[in-house]
């Protein structure tokens, strides 16, 4: 009965390669988001999608590039991997886009490392 | 654009005390504010949001505190307990269409006992 799931908890790769992580909410929100942790543990937000429409594209590189198949899913997927991609992605959902005063729920997020 | 920071990256209790954490923003269209707690290996879970035609707001062993004035926010933990122990995030929101939820840096909460 998870709300906000992601898929993997935990990825290890090489630099260069491609990878995807998956997100689905089951709360029947509008409004889904991917978020960067740092490992000083700084969140900061990369896209958010409203109804299967990107709102917020921040200043990430286009090797990142999200879709939203439908709005209960908001997959990331990342080609060329960087070494400072490592970080925390979480996945993140909410009622109407801008949070519309509603907070966001998060999922545990996907540790990615890149060897 | 905006810029959320707390006062104190990291903030030791004793079991039983009270405890405060401090947050401020720059944004002065900020109007709607929240708190999260993340636990190691978890997502940041929602604690308590206060909207800006508040000044406070309580919820279970939790006071949220809003001073516009000086874009100043506050966490209050009652009867702190271990299982507070966590990083604790202050976020701001200007309600406008296609602007982020900016989060602070956090502070590290240690409880012990």
């Known amino acids: 009965d998870t709300a906000v799931s992601q898929t993997p908890k935990y990825l290890v790769t090489q630099m260069g390669n491609d990878k995807s992580i998956k997100c689905e909410q089951n709360l029947g929100h509008d409004t889904m988001y991917w978020y960067k942790q740092d490992s000083k543990k700084f969140l900061k937000i990369m896209f958010s999608y409203n109804n299967k429409e990107l709102i917020i594209n921040e200043t990430v590189p286009n090797r990142f590039s999200p879709k939203s198949p439908d709005k209960a899913h908001l997959n990331l997927h990342i080609n060329s991997l960087e070494l400072g991609d490592s970080a925390v992605y979480f996945c993140a959902s909410s009622p109407s886009e801008g949070a519309g005063n509603q907070p966001q729920h998060f999922g545990d997020g996907t540790r990615l490392s890149i060897l | 654009g905006e810029s959320v920071g707390l006062h104190l990256p990291t903030l030791s209790v004793q079991e039983g005390d009270n405890s405060i954490i401090n947050c401020a923003y720059s944004n002065s269209a900020s109007d709607y504010f929240i708190w999260y707690k993340q636990e190691s290996g978890k997502g940041p879970q929602f604690i308590i949001d206060i909207r800006s035609n508040m000044d406070k707001r309580q919820g279970q062993r939790v006071t949220v505190l809003l001073n516009k004035t000086v874009k100043h926010l506050s966490l209050q933990i009652a009867a702190t307990q271990p299982g507070d122990s966590a990083v604790y995030f202050c976020?701001?929101?200007?309600?406008?269409?296609?602007?982020?939820?900016?989060f602070g840096k956090g502070t590290t909460l240690s409880v012990s006992s």
């Open positions: 976020a701001a929101l200007a309600n406008q269409a296609g602007t982020a939820l900016i």
